[in-house]
């Protein structure tokens, strides 16, 4: 075990939300190593930033002599997570599910190791749940909630206008009984999760409490969220994706380029390793030097969830097209409005040799104009940008800067 207690760490880093019985766990975080475990629900085929917090935080856990126990949602999500919604979540098929888990757990082996000591294990939750007789189920569990305390949780009270589906309403006993087939089966003693999971984790733990007569505890982490309050990860085409082919590493490598200043360190301290005496070092000035901080966070970011090589090519790419390389590029200047079509400028600018050519690498998804792919053959240049000089990339390997007249 390490001698620093993996609370310690969490807390410095700036992890930690909300607790339960915290002297008790830390007193067992010092004592043995303890499996614990993070809960995802597939509704994607590929995990967003909104994950990353959690995942990290299995990182650490691993790193401190901790076993993560990784369950992926296949049978709760053909329920539908009502925290943080005012609307019913879209019902998904089996077979969706299905491709979705499997996404998820090559993701999920690029933080955690499944070998050594404390090695993870990754489960699914359908492979207990889907064939979970209900009358048994709501006889075994059911006699343990309290439907007024449920109707008080925060995860319940935004679906309560719209109206809280009986669907939805058993996803918070579903949670539960994951929680104690976990302690059951792996001695399972802890959950962990966003700060919007609290109510749902809480009534694990305590179904535990009440149940099997003995400890179980609850943290969750704070969400990453703009200084605004609102979620980090939203770009103008949706999610900030972990998968390379829905946000690519240039994109990823970008997004962290541009956060907010004060938003810098957080961000160093949550989504990377960095040792906390250089991200104090990088940070401490609040001029014009914090962009090294920002291209520093970028490439690490990039590098855990792409690999170095995919950080090292965004991070040149960046350069060239928004950093002192920016001259050095190759420049053409066209004779264009401001609401030209997209094909055309890259026909004016020699990047396809006729439209026909132009609309097909806009539908493989081949043109961005800055860091935004352009999304349909018809689509305009103002859709993109209102500069008269802008970045114009055809794939990977060619980069344009065009000014427009």
């Known amino acids: 075990m390490a001698a620093k207690n993996v609370l310690d760490t969490l807390y410095e880093r700036g992890f930690i939300g909300q607790t339960v019985f915290e002297e008790d766990m830390r007193k067992l ?38 076993k993560p126990i990784a369950l992926i949602g296949g049978g709760t999500a053909m329920v539908g997570d009502p925290s943080g919604r005012t ?7 089996k077979e969706t599910i299905a ?3 499997a996404c998820f757990q090559k993701q999920l082996s690029r933080f955690v190791t499944f070998s050594g000591d404390n090695a993870a294990v990754m489960v699914n939750n359908a492979d207990w749940l889907l064939n979970l007789n209900y009358v048994d189920f709501l006889r075994e569990v059911g006699a343990y909630f309290s439907v007024n305390k449920m109707l008080t949780s925060d995860c319940f009270k935004t679906r309560m206008e719209k109206g809280l589906s009986f669907l939805e309403f058993n996803y918070m006993p579903m949670q539960a009984y994951d929680f104690l087939v976990l302690y059951r089966k792996y001695g399972c003693k802890l959950e962990i999760g966003g700060n919007d999971q609290w109510s749902n984790i809480l009534a694990g733990a305590d179904l535990i409490r009440r149940f ?3 400890d179980a505890y609850a943290m969750t982490f704070k969400l990453l969220l703009t200084s605004e309050g609102k979620k980090m990860g939203k770009t103008a085409k949706g999610a900030l994706w ?9 994109e990823f490598y970008q997004y962290f380029r541009n956060v907010e200043d004060v938003k ?12 906390l005496q250089e991200i104090e070092e990088l940070t401490k000035h609040v001029d014009e030097r914090i962009n090294e901080a920002k291209k520093r966070l970028a490439f690490e970011v990039t590098k855990l969830i792409h690999g170095e090589e995919a950080a090292l090519t965004a991070q040149e790419q960046a350069q060239a097209a928004f950093g002192g390389a920016a001259a050095q590029m190759p420049t053409v200047t066209v004779s264009a409005s401001a609401d030209a079509a997209v094909v055309d400028i890259l026909t004016a600018v020699g990047v ?8 097909r690498l806009i539908e493989g998804g081949g043109v961005k104009i800055g860091e935004q ?3 349909a053959p018809t689509d305009t240049l103002t859709m993109y940008t209102a500069d008269s000089t802008f970045i114009l990339h055809k794939g990977k390997k060619v980069h344009l800067r065009v000014e427009r007249k």
Do not use: W
């Not at 998968?243 to 240039?250: I, V």
């Not at 810098?264 to 040792?275: G, I, S």
């Not at 396809?352 to 609309?359: Q, V």
């Open 242 to 250: 972990l998968d390379g082919e829905k946000t690519t590493p240039y």
């Open 352 to 359: 396809a040799s006729s439209k026909s050519e132009a609309r």
């Open 212 to 214: 099997e007569r003995t």
């Open 373 to 375: 792919k352009v999304a």
């Open 99 to 101: 491709h979705n888990v």
């Open 264 to 275: 810098v360190a957080e961000c160093l301290k949550l989504l990377t390793f960095m040792d």
């Open 29 to 66: 975080l010092d004592s043995e190593s303890v499996p614990f475990y993070v809960g995802f629900d597939p509704t994607a085929d590929s995990l967003h930033i909104g994950h990353y917090i959690p995942v990290m935080a299995m990182a650490h856990m691993q790193r401190a002599g901790h």
């Open 87 to 93: 609307d019913m979540r879209q019902m998904m098929t």
